[in-house]
């Protein structure tokens, strides 16, 4: 299958400082790409849709100041948490769409990197 | 927003039993596709089932779709201690098409396999 990966795995920063997370699709293209956070024992949260060229879409409530998502090729998206509090501190996944279709029908396998544990001291 | 519900939220089987898990939505979609995760860890894609495909098997999986009831079922059979681990339904809806190809995750199914 696809592969992405994700860097770094965990990470840990100060409060107030800003820290990067990046997300490449390793063997295949991705135009579209996907930023999500999971708190512990619930779902994925989509924050944005990262797509490759062209600003970023956000979810409501989620501030796009303060998680800047560049995507600048097309096998690489970077999350930015800028001026990170505490409340931050979370599991962030990317992911990256693999399209496919054919006639009548066509959509995505969506492949997961493993994600990053941010924690913010 | 998610529109996914998961049920059960956990379940607890010994190994070899069948595992089965429901999912519900609530917009029309293109596709349903579950996803298992390990603790701590990224999501494995399992099986993608289609808006006009009522079942799908794969190994050990077999899954159902019902677009009527909005509903989805995944099955486990035989389970083993290894497919410990949560288990996501995530839907693509039916608007999404274009190059926003955006998956909507339920809360997810805790699965325990007791060796």
């Known amino acids: 299958g696809a592969v992405v990966s994700q860097h770094p795995s965990w990470v840990i920063c100060k409060s107030g400082t800003s820290v990067k997370i990046e997300c490449r699709s390793l063997?295949?293209?991705?135009?579209?790409m996907f930023w999500y956070r999971q708190f512990p024992k619930q779902s994925l949260m989509l924050m944005a849709t990262?797509?490759?060229?062209?600003?970023?879409?956000?979810e409501q409530g989620v501030e796009k100041d303060k998680f800047l998502i560049n995507h600048a090729s097309l096998t690489l998206s970077t999350l930015t948490v800028t001026s990170a509090h505490p409340e931050d501190s979370s599991f962030y996944i990317c992911?990256?769409?693999?399209?496919?279709?054919?006639?009548?029908?066509?959509?995505?396998?969506?492949?997961f990197g493993e994600g990053s544990w941010l924690t913010v001291v | 927003s998610q529109q996914g519900e998961e049920d059960p939220q956990a379940l607890s089987i010994q190994e070899g039993e069948n595992a089965t898990m429901n999912c519900s939505y609530k917009?029309?979609?293109?596709?349903l596709q579950w996803y298992r995760q390990n603790s701590g860890r990224g999501l494995v894609h399992l099986i993608l089932?289609?808006?006009?495909?009522r079942e799908k098997h794969s190994g050990r999986l077999r899954v159902t779709l019902d677009t009527s009831k909005k509903s989805s079922s995944l099955l486990i059979t035989a389970s083993r201690a290894a497919d410990t681990a949560s288990y996501f339904c995530?839907?693509?809806?039916?608007?999404?098409?274009?190059?926003?190809?955006?998956?909507?995750f339920g809360k997810g199914t805790l699965l325990t396999v007791n060796p």
């Open positions: 992911s990256a769409a693999k399209l496919w279709g054919g006639h009548g029908f066509s959509g995505n396998t969506i492949y």
């Open positions: 063997d295949f293209q991705a135009t579209t």
């Open positions: 990262s797509n490759e060229g062209s600003k970023a879409t956000y």
């Open positions: 917009t029309s979609i293109n596709n």
């Open positions: 089932i289609r808006s006009n495909e």
């Open positions: 995530a839907t693509e809806g039916a608007n999404s098409g274009g190059s926003n190809y955006k998956l909507t």
